[in-house]
Each structure stands twice: as C-alpha cells, then as structure tokens.
C-alpha cells in the first residue's frame, strides 16, 4: 500500500518548467525551457559561460521575473505555479521548501552574524522562538557539515572558503527543504576542497531525499551529483538526458566539444 | 517684533497640515513608518527636528506643552524647545506630567503614569528597527510588507550567543498589534511596557530620516524575546537616593574622587514630586 503510494507520488513532478524564457532587451538570457523535475532527482545543467544557465536558474527560484512560461511547483496544497504566486507566498515557500546555494558565500550568508545565527535565521523566520532549541538545530547542523562545534560563535569572515561554503549548505538546509537550487557550489574552491564538499553534498542529498537543482560549468560536478544532464547554449537547451548518456555519448556538436574539451590529468 | 513674522508654532498651515495627515495615517496603522516632507527646522538634526515638527503639527494655544530630554526637564535640549515653542506659539508650559497635555520627549516616558487626553511626542534619531541589520530601504520595506521579521530574532540570538543574554538595553525592539516590528525610540528597556495599553496617544517623529509613527491610545505592543529567554525590563538595582523610589529608572551619578556614586530617578517632575509629598531617600536630606 505504501509502495503504490509512494509510485504515485512519484508519478507527479516536484517542479515543471514550461516554455521559460527571459531576455534582457534584445538579448536573449534563456528562450523556451520545458523540463520536469521529480521527487528525489538531482538535475544538472551545463554550459559555458554567458549561455544562460544563471538566468535560468534565477527564473526558476523566483530571484527574476521570467518574461514568459510557467514554475509549477508540487506545493503541500498541490501544484501551483511560482511565477504567479504573490510574493508573500512565495518568500515563505523559498525558505521552508526551497533552498539557494549561491556560488559565493559570501551572497548567502550573513558575514556579521555568527556561525549559529546564520543556520538558526532559517528556523526564527518560521517562527521558532526557543533559543535552547534554535542553537541544539544550529549545533546538529554544523556536525552533518563537518564544522566544529566549537565554532559556533564565530563569525564566518574567521572561515576558510570551504567551510563558509559548507556553512551556507547547513543554513539552507536547515528547514528540510525539498528543492535546492545550487549555483556553481563548488566555484572558487581548490580540488582537494572541492571534492570533500562533494562528498558531503552527495550524502545529504541521498540521506534527505532531496531534489536539486545544480547550474556549473564543470563536467565533474555534474558526473558526481547528477542523475540527468541538460546542456546549454545561446540561451537553449541543446542536448538532454542521463548524465552517463550526454557524457559518454554527447550527440550534439557543442556537447562533444564540451566534453572533449576536459582536461585529462 | 520679529515674533509676528511666524505663524503659530512657526510651521506655516500647509506644512502642518501635510503632517497631520501623515499622523493621522500613523494612527489609523499604527506601527507602520509613514514617510512625510520634513521640513528644515531652526534646529540641527539630532537635536529632535523630528518631534518639533510634530509638536508644532498638535499644538493648538490652549495646549500646555512639557518638554523633556532623558527624563529631565532642566537639560539643554528640552530647555531650548522649551523656549522654542513659548516664543513661536506662545502656549502655557509645565513642568507636571499630570497637568501637560502634550509631552514631547527624548529617550524616556515619564515614570507618573499618563491619562486620556494626554500626547506624547517621540524624538527618533532611527526610526528603522531593521536598518543595521538590513542596510537596503528597499528591502526593509519588503520585510515590513511581508512581515518577514526573522532577521529580528537573529539579532536577540546574537546578544545571547555572545553575552549570554539579551543585551539590547534600548530601543528594544517591539511588535504591535501583531503586526509591525516597531522602533521604540531610543528608551531604555525599562520603559517599553508603558508603550502597551497606554491611555495617552503616542507618536514617532523622525526628522532627518522624514518618517512618522503612531501608537494610538490602548494599542497592544510587546517586546520580541525568546520563550528561553523572556523580555526583563531592567533598571539599577537601587533605590533613588532622594526620593527612596524603587519603581522608577535611574541615572547613576558620580558625586567625588573617591567613587562615591549615587543613583536619582532620571525622570525629574517624578523625583521632585516624591520629595514634596514627603520621601527621603538615603542621601535626600544633604540634598535639600
């Protein structure tokens, strides 16, 4: 009984995008998008740089006003489309259901406010007000994202770029959102940094059932993380499908050049 | 002579008029920041060009106007808009709270409980509660709009992180009807349950910052805290040193070289009418 209902819950897409697009005047920023995302399904997107893929994810998060399309998302009262949403509604929904990893932390976190204050904004803006319980939430967190406990108090301008990235995981995961979008969460990080933080993102993603949505321009990112790939350019989507498939296999010209283009250590 | 070149209360009867509609709408929403044409006064900002203008925007001639600066009727600025308005407007004043019928005041509300009838005018110097947590105006009026006031919190939850409570000591911040987090002024903590329920009206004026708010009479106001870590109304833990009065808030007063201190009700008409009616307190005698 629980199987066929989970089946059916998972027949229904968590978010649908139909025919997005945004151009900034005569440019296009991304022109005709339609995808679906379903309940645990970590998507990636790729492209070189000025191919739209920000733009994309900005519409989607609600961060932009997408010119045309639709953001329907599976909210608790069904699906409902995010664009037309009133933006009360939709602030409540992107931090309870939603989570923004920016590509510098320095975007998603609070550089004046300690360490537990940043993971417990989250949690006071939903409405908890028991301090106990906020910073016991704000320890726990800091634990699943391998920063001291000890470390609490600190600011995050005393972090190192790793640990500020993995502090802004654990302040957008805090709520249990089901959707998190992430761009570029491993930019600017070194490889040895980049790969622990990976790791990490990898578990919590399987361990959360989470769906996520993750705009880089490295192909490794997306090999580790992704179960679906979508390939941008010029603001379109040239090429989609399971991760191994696009990379192993791409069939679109940009893509086999993107994929050639990978430096072998 | 040149007296009769001012209208009464020296605004002209547009500018008052303009501001009494921005007060009539801090009334009717009580909490919310509503943005007004303030006006350059005779007066530097941060001296309560904010308050002055609400003043001179109440006053009618058979006002009796009290004017106070942390609590004290004698210091510099409460004696200079004092002045002020005797000369522009000519209108009675008092140093009683009881007898005033409009107060404007600086960073206290006067200990003597106020009645219907009564206005008391704030001077703000920041009327934004979220400004050093949010620098973007634009911003800060989303929050407003949306009530998305978590950021609040996470100051109270940084004063306790840090010192172990909370140590925001005024302009604490407060929420109303519900509603609107609200800048209470610069008064000590000590006086933010005299906001709730008063009978008197109260209203906000923000000069440099061109902002008025409202709390009409009876309003329900409550100061944010967390449920671990409830709103205390802290004062020194004395008895004034005149007047033996332990409700009132006190301001410490160094009185030798040798750290001799001691502590006197800020708010002066208070102090004074205790004395009056007979209370010493431990140093009351030498002093009178």
New interface residues.
């Given amino acids: 009984m629980t199987m066929t209902l989970q089946n059916l819950a998972k027949d229904q897409p968590l978010l649908s995008v139909q025919g997005l697009s945004k151009s900034y005047g005569t440019r296009i920023g991304c022109a005709d998008i339609s995808f679906d995302l379903f309940p645990g399904e970590v998507m990636g997107i790729v492209g070189e740089s000025g191919s739209g893929k920000s733009t994309l994810l900005s519409c989607m998060a609600g961060h932009m006003a997408p010119d045309a399309g639709r953001v329907i998302f599976d909210t608790a009262s069904g699906p409902r489309d995010t664009v037309q949403m009133a933006e009360a509604e939709r602030r409540r929904m992107a931090r309870t259901d939603w989570a923004f990893v920016h590509q510098n932390p320095r975007d998603g976190l609070r550089m004046g406010v300690s360490a537990g204050g940043n993971v417990g904004e989250r949690l006071m803006a939903v409405g908890a007000r028991h301090y106990g319980d906020i910073r016991d939430t704000a320890t726990d967190w800091l634990g699943r994202v391998e920063i001291a406990a000890d470390r609490i108090d600190d600011r995050p301008r005393a972090f190192s770029g790793g640990m500020q990235q993995r502090l802004q995981i654990a302040r957008n995961l805090v709520t249990g959102p089901r959707l998190v979008f992430m761009d570029e969460p491993t930019g600017g990080l070194d490889v040895s940094v980049q790969a622990r933080l990976l790791d990490l993102l990898r578990g919590l993603v399987r361990e959360m059932g989470l769906s996520a949505i993750i705009v880089t321009h490295d192909l490794a990112v997306v090999r580790l993380l992704a179960d679906r790939l979508m390939v941008m350019k010029d603001g379109h989507v040239v090429e989609q499908g399971l991760t191994d498939q696009v990379l192993d296999d791409p069939q679109h010209a940009y893509t086999q050049l993107l994929v050639s283009s990978v430096l072998q250590v | 002579m040149t007296d009769q070149a001012y209208n009464f209360a020296y605004l002209d009867e547009q500018t008052k008029r303009m501001i009494r509609r921005a007060i009539l709408k801090g009334v009717a929403v009580p909490g919310y920041q509503v943005p007004f044409a303030s006006r350059e006064m005779p007066m530097p900002y941060g001296w309560g060009t904010g308050g002055v203008q609400v003043t001179a925007a109440c006053l009618v001639p058979e006002d009796r106007l009290k004017v106070i600066d942390q609590g004290a009727d004698d210091t510099t600025n409460a004696v200079s808009i004092r002045k002020f308005f005797q000369r522009v407007a000519g209108v009675a004043v008092t140093e009683a709270t009881q007898e005033a019928t409009l107060i404007q005041t600086r960073h206290r509300i006067p200990d003597t409980s106020l009645s219907a009838g009564q206005i008391l005018v704030y001077q703000v110097p920041i009327p934004e509660p979220l400004r050093f947590l949010e620098p973007r105006e634009s911003e800060t009026r989303?929050m407003h709009?949306?009530?998305?006031?978590?950021?609040m919190?996470?100051k109270l939850?940084?004063d306790?992180?840090?010192h172990g409570q909370i140590a925001t000591s005024y302009a604490y911040p407060v929420k109303v009807e519900d509603r609107y987090v609200m800048d209470p002024s610069p008064i000590p903590k000590f006086d933010n349950p005299k906001l709730s329920n008063s009978p008197a009206l109260q209203l906000f004026g923000a000069g440099r910052e061109q902002r008025i708010y409202a709390l009409p009479p009876f309003t329900h106001v409550v100061s944010l805290?967390?449920?671990?870590?409830p709103f205390v109304p802290s004062k020194a833990d004395h008895a004034c040193d005149l007047c033996d009065a332990s409700d009132s808030y006190l301001d410490e007063v160094i009185i030798d070289d040798q750290g001799g201190r001691m502590f006197v009700c800020s708010d002066t008409d208070y102090c004074g009418g205790r004395r009056a009616a007979g209370h010493v307190g431990r140093l009351g005698e030498e002093a009178i």
């Fill in positions: 989303k709009e949306l009530e998305d006031y978590g950021l919190h996470v939850y940084e306790i992180a840090r805290d967390f449920d671990d870590h």
